[in-house]
């Protein structure tokens, strides 16, 4: 089974400053996605960004970019002039690839404070 | 305004009784999931359908059970078989090949 494992249940940052936050995962499957969600207070989950395993290019959205590891199965993120809006629960998720409807196996989150 | 649409927002139930979750989606998603969510918790998988008519056991569906008779409609039963009802209960649908949207979610309480 695939397992998803963030190591850090909460980071703080300054405003302005990029915060790294870790996740790593383990799977057999060569075919996969991997995603960043935000969960902001009112619990709406937001894809931030997304990877696709065949992809070697890093992910990019804005301030938003991953550093995705395939060997080492580390997928971080990176949030570049951090901004008050962003302070939210930050989900990893995995997603194996293939035409099937499988759900995401997710990690346990990181609560990410945002420091004025 | 095409989205996913979740009720109630809140839920109360006793202990014992069969309650259900309403998920309605109107973007022409084939797949449709379920998902829980307890405190320090990330999601967990309940059940998830890819078609009309067809679903599949996630990685916690003892004492759950949806049915899937239109495609805009995936209903969430949490039967008093449930031994730990209390969480957050979100919903999702996904389009082939893309990523998973999410509804609001449903908070229940059991009393």
């Given amino acids: ?85 962003d302070a939210a629960m930050y989900f990893c998720a995995y997603r194996r690839g293939g035409g099937g409807a499988d759900g995401l196996t997710f990690g346990k989150g990181t609560h990410l404070i945002i420091q004025p | 305004d095409g989205g996913i649409t979740q009720s109630p927002k809140y839920l109360f139930r006793k202990e014992g ?13 084939d797949a449709m999931y379920w998902y829980r969510q307890d405190p320090g918790q990330g999601l967990r998988l309940i059940y998830y359908s890819q078609i009309v008519n067809d679903f599949q056991k996630g990685d916690i569906a003892e004492g759950y059970s949806v049915s899937r008779e239109k495609k805009e409609s995936f209903p969430l039963t949490v039967t008093s078989a449930q031994k730990n009802p209390t969480a957050f209960y979100l919903c ?14 449903t908070r229940l309480t059991v009393l």
């Avoid at chain 1, 395939?70 to 809006?85: E, H, P």
């Fill in chain 1, 1 to 85: 089974a695939q397992t998803v494992t963030q190591s850090q249940p909460e980071m703080s940052v300054q405003e302005a400053e990029t915060v790294t936050l870790s996740c790593t995962y383990d799977t057999s499957e060569s075919d996969y996605y991997l995603f960043w969600y935000k969960q902001p207070p009112s619990r709406q989950m937001i894809l931030v960004i997304r990877q696709e395993a065949y992809k070697q290019q890093n992910a990019t959205e804005n301030r938003f970019s991953v550093n995705f590891q395939k060997a080492a199965k580390s997928f971080s993120l990176k949030i570049s002039d951090s901004q008050l809006g």
């Fill in chain 2, 17 to 29: 009784q069969n309650v259900t979750l309403s998920c309605e989606q109107n973007l022409n998603h």
């Fill in chain 2, 92 to 105: 999702a649908s996904r389009e082939s090949y893309n990523e998973q949207f999410f509804g609001p979610g």
